[in-house]
Each structure stands twice: as structure tokens, then as C-alpha cells.
């Protein structure tokens, strides 16, 4: 493969990383090449020149999902035949998905050699021979069980179950299905048998409503729990909560973006999440363990615009311009927000402006 090759850019975004010594957390933006996925470090809403780090591709190993932080369901780790290991967070389970596949498409470049045709997939799993009590068990161990965690919707607070794309990961990741169109099909039977019910309306409308393949949703906001003749870990119940209100909308948009700080007017990286019904944005520090948003608004009488790419715009600080947006709130608070790209921008302010 020569030079030109090797540099190609296969994919590049947001990830967040944890460190090698100090196992903290910081988002990064990540290029991946055909034979390398290299990091770099955002300053003041630049990319820095020279690279933070680099990890060569050849014999990697990808774990995808990797469940093994309950705070961080959307992590993937990379582990080199030197036995490094690297964890990266995406910022949704689509985006996790798709660098995962692009690495792992680019592994088998790698393994195949120049000229060559990439190794023969993995063979499909025999769904029919999955004994379904034996995954029921699984799910109930403590240890490595499914996670029961509190999910909101529709301002209701359901305690003690897990959503179908948790459902859908832990069923991958413990290699009970290959694929997660095999373990929607596994899941689907568990529901289909009695071993699973819906919670929440989402999952009882598609359970009650879609046809038998579509019952089973592999969706964060389509919630299920243990039936009652097979629960073994506590129960599933609903409670309404003021504070729950504003996050119980569903999800229409989520990503990586940079925020203008209010007092310090630092630029950060942040989660933000787009909620419908009620319409509110939020945005999350992709640093910490926190499942609690660092701030958000409803966007209800909201004003947002693009910004102008030539000059630094008023309002923002230093030398920072390109793909820039702000948004106003009815207490005229501005918020000045930085995308990766023009393209991201505009999605980004058409959706927003789709619940305004």
C-alpha cells in the first residue's frame, strides 16, 4: 500500500477516549486511514495540527459493544496484537455501529493483503438451536447479566428494565447472535414466548400494533422488563416526576458538537440531545460518568441561525470561525454552538427548527 494510499480518510468525527494512565475520559476527533485510526486534540474549536496518538490497524481486535461500563453503553474497545487496549465512546448507537464496521472493514484489508479478496465473513448463527431458556438464564446472572437500569418516557420513570438496543448489544456482545439483525430475531422469541414483556408505550404499541417481525424494537427508547413469572431482580414500575418531564421526549437527534462557555468563553465539546414532545435541547459532558445533563432549554419561541464563515461573528471569542450557529432563547440567552462540518450545521439547525 503505498503513501497515498495510507493517507486516505476513511472516516473522521468525534470519539471519546479514555486514557492510558489516567483512566479519564476526553473526547477527541479521530481519523481513521486504511491502516491506522489517529487522534487528535481540539483547542478553542481547532484541531490541533500534530496528532495525539495513533493505532495501527493490522491484527486489531474489535469488541463492539463493549458493555463493560454502565455509564458508557455506547463504548467499543480496540485492542492491538501488543495487547493495548482502547476505549472510544461514540454519541449514538448508529455512530458506534458504523466506526466499528469501518474499522473492522479496514482490519480485513489489512489481513488480506494488496490484491487479495478480504477474509470470508463469519457464518451465520443457527438461531434455531439457541436454547431460549438457557438465554433467559444468562440474562438473570448478576455478574454478567443485562443491566436493569431507570428509563423515562413520557414522563414516566420505569425502574428495574432495559431497552431493546441494550437488549440487542448484550445479545452480541456475549455472541449469542452474530449480528443485531439476529438478535432482534432472538429477542422477538424472547418476547414472542413469555420470557420478556413490554414496558412503556412505545414497545406495547409495536407489540400490540406491527406485525410478529416487528414487535420487537431494537430501539434505546423502547422499553421491556422481565415477565412476572420469570423475574428474578425486583419489578417494573411507573411514577410520574416533575424533572422527569423534560427528558422524557423522544430522542430525534443527538451528537457531538462544540459549545461557547457563558462565563469563561472556552469551547468544549459536548453531547447535545434534541428531544420532541416535550421540545427541549440538552447537552451532556462526554468527559464524565454523569447521566444528568450540564444544561439544556426547551426550545419552545427559540430563534436559530447560521452564522456567517468569513470573520470571527459577534459574540464569540477568539479566533474561532467555520460552521458555527447560535441559538436564542425566550429568556435571551445565546447559546453559540460549532459543527464538525457545514453539513452537520445544517442538519443541526433544520432539525432544531423542525420543534422550535
Not at 296 to 320: A, E, H, I, Q, T
Request: net charge positive; charged share 25%; hydrophobic share 35%.
Amino acid at each position: 500500500m503505498d503513501k497515498q494510499q495510507n493517507n486516505q480518510i476513511l472516516r473522521e468525527g468525534f470519539l471519546v477516549k479514555r486514557g492510558h494512565v489516567v483512566h479519564n475520559w476526553k473526547a477527541r476527533w479521530f481519523v481513521l486511514h486504511p491502516d491506522r485510526l489517529v487522534y487528535y486534540k481540539y483547542e478553542g474549536s481547532k484541531k490541533d495540527s500534530c496528532q495525539r496518538g495513533k493505532i495501527p490497524l493490522a491484527d486489531c481486535i474489535i469488541t463492539c459493544p463493549y458493555l463493560e461500563y454502565d455509564t458508557r453503553p455506547l463504548a467499543l474497545k480496540l485492542q492491538t496484537p501488543r495487547s493495548a487496549e482502547h476505549f472510544l465512546e461514540a454519541c449514538s448507537r448508529e455512530e458506534r455501529d458504523g466506526w466499528a464496521a469501518d474499522i473492522t472493514a479496514a482490519v480485513r484489508r489489512l489481513q488480506a493483503g494488496p490484491g487479495q479478496a478480504a477474509p470470508p465473513e463469519p457464518k451465520q448463527l443457527q438461531l434455531h438451536n439457541v436454547s431460549l431458556n438457557q438465554v433467559v438464564d444468562s440474562m438473570y446472572n448478576a455478574h454478567t447479566g443485562i443491566k436493569l437500569t431507570v428509563h423515562m418516557e413520557q414522563g414516566s420513570s420505569f425502574s428495574n428494565c432495559f431497552s431493546g438496543s441494550a437488549v440487542a448489544d448484550w445479545l452480541v456482545s456475549m455472541q449469542l447472535a452474530l449480528t443485531r439483525v439476529e438478535a432482534v430475531t432472538l429477542a422477538s422469541a424472547l418476547l414472542e414466548e413469555g420470557f420478556v414483556r413490554p414496558v412503556g408505550v412505545k414497545s406495547m404499541d409495536a407489540k400490540r400494533w406491527a406485525g410478529l417481525s416487528e414487535q420487537f424494537l431494537d430501539d434505546s427508547t423502547a422499553l421491556y422488563g422481565f415477565s412476572e413469572n420469570f423475574k428474578k431482580r425486583g419489578s417494573v414500575r411507573a411514577e410520574m416526576t416533575l424533572a422527569a418531564v423534560e427528558l422524557s421526549g423522544e430522542v430525534v437527534k443527538r451528537g457531538y458538537l462544540l459549545k461557547q462557555g457563558h462565563k469563561r468563553k472556552n469551547w468544549k465539546v459536548r453531547l447535545f440531545v434534541l428531544r420532541s414532545e416535550p421540545d427541549y435541547l440538552h447537552y451532556y459532558d462526554p468527559t464524565k460518568d454523569d447521566i444528568n445533563p450540564v444544561g439544556g432549554f426547551s426550545l419552545r419561541g427559540c430563534l436559530v441561525s447560521s452564522l456567517n464563515d468569513n470573520g470571527v461573528p459577534s459574540g464569540v471569542k477568539g479566533k474561532v470561525q467555520g460552521n458555527l450557529f447560535k441559538i436564542i432563547t425566550v429568556e435571551e440567552t445565546h447559546y453559540f454552538i460549532q459543527a464538525p462540518s457545514q453539513k452537520e450545521k445544517m442538519d443541526w439547525i433544520q432539525a432544531i427548527k423542525q420543534h422550535v
